[in-house]
């Protein structure tokens, strides 16, 4: 009896080691199903096709596990992806598994180059642990078209003649206020005129704006700047003909604002069509990029940049006569 006893005591055991045995191998088998998890990377734009200098979305997906190691190829701020330059970056992480998690990186991107451009494979290296060697997956590679806006902007000037807004008077009473207020005007004008000629003992020749920025064009052609291979200073120079012409015809102060401070007052200007409103925006933009970005502008390009100029002045230059002595 003591024996049957024991023998069954025995396969208790025997049971109970079994039973443990086959948990731990499933709890093996459950380690090893999480560490073949194979991470994978993604890449994609928002757009194919931008202007230069225009910003573009650039989101890489990642998928690995918690407990991976990771090394990214351009991380910070203010870092280069190929030609692009890294404007933002921001990081998000979302838990998918248990064992598993999802990092996503958006990137604002920029380009100075025109053409097709090609944002490189974005290579991740990764190991599971310590021990592990590195490993590399990578995000194929994405072509970009950029595009200038300069270039649009001419077409878009020769193609079609500027024409002069009219301003249509519908109200009777409207007429009659004009009237009198150009009455006004010509009386007051005449009398500065005449006061003015009492003041001055000297004749002085008003030399119209755009006479002026003619003659600062072609002195400007004239120094062979473009050939040199001085394209910066050769932009620097028609920026300041352009914005001095600005003050002389407008009198806009552009020499003495920043970019963004006259395109700002420009906006609101009613002496600047929508048209020229835009080719001052892209050419002020264009003069700004080769002098503080760097922009690698062609001959070809300064050259276009040169009649954009010279044709602002001659669609824009005062009609009125200008020309005649006046004394002091």
Known sequence: MDKKKNFSQINKVLICLLLLSQMAWGLALAEQAKTVIIPGVKAQTDKTTINIGDIIAYDINLQVPLDAQIKFPAEQKNENIGIFEVRDVK?????????????????????????????????????????????????PSIKINVESVLEKEAEQLSAKPLKPKLIIWRDFWGWVIALIAIGLIV???????????????????????????????????GLGLIAQGKIELYFE????????????????????????????????????????????????????????????????????????????????????????????
């Open 187 to 221: 009386a007051i004008i005449f009398l500065i005129k005449k006061y003015m000629i009492k003041l001055k003992a000297q004749p002085v020749i008003i030399v119209p704006a755009h006479i002026i920025a003619l003659e600062e064009l072609n002195k400007l052609q």
């Open 91 to 139: 990081e998000k992480k979302v838990g998918l598994e248990p064992n598993l998690q999802q990092i996503i990186l958006n990137y604002k991107l920029t380009a100075f180059k025109v053409g097709e451009q090609i944002i490189p494979e974005y290579a991740v290296e990764y190991r599971l642990n310590a021990a592990a060697d590195w490993q590399k997956i990578s995000a």
């Open 237 to 328: 120079k028609l920026s300041g003909c352009m914005r001095h012409y600005l003050e002389n015809r407008f009198n806009l102060r552009a020499p003495w604002m920043s970019t963004e401070e006259f395109l700002s007052q420009a906006k609101t200007s009613p002496v600047l069509t929508t048209e020229h409103k835009h080719l001052l925006h892209d050419f002020l933009i264009l003069c700004d990029m080769v002098k503080f970005a760097r922009y690698e502008s062609s001959a070809n390009e300064a050259n276009e940049s040169f009649a954009l100029v010279r044709n602002f002045v001659e669609q824009t230059k005062q009609e009125a006569d200008n020309n005649q002595e006046a004394k002091k």
